[in-house]
Structure formats: C-alpha cells, structure tokens
C-alpha cells in the first residue's frame, strides 16, 4: 500500500538551502535525504522524495554517535539509504537548525532530542483562570535555549473581556515576543497565525494540560488531513498496526510537530537565558550596598527595595529564584564527567 504524501517533492517537507548543504557530503553517494516524521523507540519513518521509508539507524552511525543527542529525533534531516520495499538504513543526521532536549534523571547529564528543526513554539496559555505569566516566562526560556522563535498564543480569547489587558501584560514580561489571542470555538485570531504556518515552516505547540493544544492543533491541521494522516505501517511480528505521524503536513502548507515528548520539555542548561529573560532583575543584582548581599534583609538591598517601591513584582523575584536554582542543579549535573571520564559536552542545536 502507497502511504499518503509518498512523492511529495522534499520542500514540502522544509527542505532548503541549509539542509542542502549539510547534505553535500552525501552527494554522490548511495544515499537521499528524508524527514522523520515520526518515532516509535527505534523505528523511524522517513518522508523522501522517492517514499516513505522505516528506518534504523545504521551500525556505523549508532557506533560513532558520542550520546542521545547524535541520534535522529522528529523533524530532523537524515541522509538513508533504501534497502527492500518501504525499508531503509539512516546513514547520516544532517546538522540542525534548532534542537529541542530535555534532561534525563540520573547524575550522568545526557540530554534526549524531543524535536528538530522547530521554526516557530507557540507557547499557549489560557485566557481563563489558568492564566499565569510565572509559567509563561518558563516556556519563554526553554524556547530561548532551543533556538526556535517563541509566539505566545493567548488560546479560549472567548473567556476574556479584557483581551487588550492580557496582551499587555505578557508584553510587559516579553516585549519582542509577537502575542496572538486566538479561539478555536469562535474561530478568531487563526487568521493570524498563518505568516508562521506557510509552506516549509515547522511549529510546535507548547502549553499546560488543558490550555486547548489538541483543539488547536486539530484547528489547524483539519480534521480531514489529520484522518488521511493515519497511515498503515507493518510491525515486527508481521501485523498490520495503526501508526500517526508526529509531524503533520497543515492546510496552509507548513507542519506541526506534536510528539508526546514535547509535553514533557524541561528546563535545560539555561544560565545566559535567564540573564537575557530578566534584564530588570539582573540590573538590580550589582546595585546592593554588600556584594555579598543575599536579599533577603540586608540593609541597602535593591532587590528588596524595587519589590518594596512595586517596582519588580515578588513573584517575578521568586520566579527567578526558582529558575537559578534548577539551572545550578542542571549545572552541576553538567559538569559530572560521563563514565569515559570525558566531561559532558555542552552543546546546542
Ligand atoms: N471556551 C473555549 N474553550 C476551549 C477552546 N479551546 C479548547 N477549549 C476547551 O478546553 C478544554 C481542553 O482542550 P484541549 O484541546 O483538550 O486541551 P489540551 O491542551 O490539548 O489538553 P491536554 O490534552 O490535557 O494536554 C476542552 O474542554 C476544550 O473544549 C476555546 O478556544 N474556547
Ligand atoms: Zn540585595
């Protein structure tokens, strides 16, 4: 059976100048380049121009891969080599755009890919009582460490009168961040969103239980689309099972990234991000009367003194707190030499 979208030309699926010249080295060689558009453990499906492949990652690849991170994860580029039928071998991963990972527990830091080559997070949050800018900030900065660009969408606008209210307040914590409020049950604000969603793009949606991802992605892919989606795969024991992709072609010509990994991101490695997050914060830090001031009730505190004055909110000070602290934590897992004795590398997308 031809799965959909089988010969669909490689730009549909994002491919550009940059992946094409991460492929050069394989030019010339028995190898095409294709998209994961999906996982299951160690089985990939791979979107090429000539099919869509299941693929394993081939032993010299697993072999020199130093860790997690070296492994093909959805929306990356690869460079496979087809073997019988819908079967191929991942010779290569092409280099990255933007990488989203998340630690894994255990003192031996290695970080798992969720995603690649993410354009754009819409990082949602409710209109309703869920509303929370703590949380938003935290979203904020593991976008900024991905290197994908972060839109806040403000989901259920319905709920709120005061819609121009919420925007400035989220303006207020993050001024270059576009802001779109959007409902999917009177359709407003969609429209919006398409500058991010054109052809070649890839999104994500990031944001809490309950904040309306599955019907805002659902909104957007079409609910025919998703349906013709569901594509037909043969497991190892030879029966037939159902299968999704976790990357999805959208009406308006881009893709969407939902993997259930993407729900689970975590804060990773993020000191100068924080730095970056909170300008007001850190411009205070240097202004205390001791240097080794610990703001809590020393006299000439300015932290204490902007909080006092209400010109830096407590819970954006605590928020901060918060943030430092696990960013030590991940710090220090960091720097925990792996059992080669290597240090861990620190590395990004
Ligand atoms: N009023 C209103 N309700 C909405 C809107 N979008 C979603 N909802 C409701 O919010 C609830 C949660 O929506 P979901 O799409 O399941 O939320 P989710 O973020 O995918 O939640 P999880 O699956 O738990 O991660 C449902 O009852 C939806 O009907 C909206 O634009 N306006
Ligand atoms: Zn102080």
New binding site residues.
């Given amino acids: 059976m031809t799965p959909p979208h089988a010969h669909t030309p490689l730009t549909l699926w994002g491919w550009d100048e940059f992946f094409e010249t991460g492929y050069q080295p394989w030019v010339g060689k028995r190898a095409e380049p294709g998209r994961i558009v999906a996982q299951h453990q160690n089985i990939y499906r791979v979107a090429a121009a000539s099919g869509e492949y299941l693929a394993e990652v081939s032993g010299r690849l697993r072999h020199q891969a130093s860790g997690r991170i070296d492994f093909p994860a959805v929306g990356d580029w690869v460079a496979i080599r087809p073997t019988t039928g819908d079967r191929a071998t991942i010779q290569g991963l092409l280099p990255r755009k933007t990488l989203f990972a998340r630690r894994m527990s255990g003192l031996e830091a290695d970080q798992q890919v969720v995603a690649a080559n993410i354009d754009t997070l819409f990082l ?1 949050t ?1 209109c309703d009582r869920d509303f929370n800018l703590r949380r938003l900030e935290r979203y904020l900065l593991l976008t900024q460490e991905g290197g994908a660009r972060p839109v806040v969408l403000l ?5 709120e009168e005061n819609l121009a209210a919420v925007v400035a307040s989220v303006h207020a914590i993050a001024p270059q961040v576009p802001v779109h409020p ?5 359709l407003s604000g969609l429209e919006a969103l398409d500058p991010y969603l054109g052809p070649g793009q890839t999104v994500a949606v990031l ?11 659902n909104a957007l892919s079409g609910q025919a689309k998703m349906a013709t989606q569901q594509i037909r795969a043969k497991d190892g024991k030879g029966r037939h099972t159902t299968t999704h992709k976790e990357l999805l072609l959208l009406e308006a010509g881009g893709m969407l990234i939902d993997t259930p990994g993407m ?1 689970e991101l975590q804060l990773w490695e993020g000191r100068e991000s924080l730095d970056a997050l909170f300008p007001d914060v850190e411009g205070l830090l240097g202004s205390c009367r001791f240097s080794n001031c610990t703001h809590s009730n020393e006299p000439g505190c300015a932290i204490q003194a902007a909080i006092d004055a209400g010109e830096l909110a407590a819970g954006r000070w605590n928020n901060y707190l918060k943030m430092k602290r696990e960013i030590e934590e991940i710090e220090h897992m960091l720097s925990v030499p792996d059992k080669k004795g290597r240090p861990v590398r620190h590395r990004r997308g």
Wanted: glycine share 12%.
């Fill in positions: 949602a409710a989901t259920k606008a319905d709920l959007v409902s999917t049950l009177t944001g809490s239980s309950g904040v309306g991802k599955s019907t805002l992605i729900r």
